[in-house]
């Protein structure tokens, strides 16, 4: 963290004994080292104690997921019983209702599996041949050629008819 090396130790060790003197430099050196010990020990400590409650963190999230794995575990028993009990149920009911006769035998083929459709009756037409169909006006089905058609249509048709197209034009080389 701090990059003190012996020289510096050395100056500030210089300064301390001038400072303080010799007489005193002793105890002042004790004290200092009770700080630093009572320090250290403390720091250790937190330490210590961070490191247990991230153990403990971790243990809470190891049983959790134990936990959680063993509810998974117990809801998959539950729905693999439910599966088979519903299995069981609805064969049994397949069997009865096959036993009434109320369900064919997919084994074999249904005779005439497609719905019939009534076919009219070839007596029954009339003498005046098919029913004629309505006339209509000739000119009421033909559309106008340009019914519904927008502005746009109508220039598009323009510049066919005079030979010039946008989309034709090639786009002018650009000098570099």
């Known amino acids: 963290m701090f990059d003190i090396g012996f020289p510096e130790l050395l100056l500030v060790a210089i300064v301390l004994l001038l400072v303080v003197g010799p007489d005193r430099l002793p105890e002042v050196l004790r004290t200092v080292g009770r700080w630093m010990g009572?320090?250290?020990?403390?720091?250790?400590?937190?330490?210590?104690?961070?490191e247990r409650e991230v153990g403990a963190d971790e243990i809470r999230r190891d049983?959790?997921?134990?936990?959680i794995v063993e509810e998974?575990?117990?809801?998959?028993n539950t729905i693999a019983t439910s599966r088979d009990e519903v299995e069981e149920m609805l064969g049994k009911?397949?069997?009865?209702?096959?036993?009434?006769?109320?369900?064919?035998?997919?084994?074999?083929?249904?005779?005439?599996?497609a719905p019939k459709v009534p076919q009219p009756d070839p007596s029954a037409v009339d003498e005046a041949g098919p029913a004629a169909a309505p006339v209509q006006d000739p000119s009421a089905t033909t559309a106008h050629p340009h019914a519904g058609a927008t502005k746009a249509d109508d220039h598009r048709d323009a510049e066919d008819a005079a030979g010039?197209?946008?989309?034709?034009?090639?786009?002018p080389e650009q000098k570099r």
């Open 38 to 50: 009572s320090a250290r020990r403390s720091f250790d400590s937190l330490r210590a104690e961070i």
């Open 63 to 67: 049983l959790e997921n134990a936990r």
């Open 72 to 76: 998974a575990k117990r809801l998959q």
């Open 93 to 113: 009911r397949y069997a009865e209702l096959k036993a009434a006769g109320s369900i064919d035998d997919p084994s074999k083929p249904a005779a005439d599996a």
């Open 164 to 171: 010039t197209d946008d989309r034709s034009r090639s786009k």
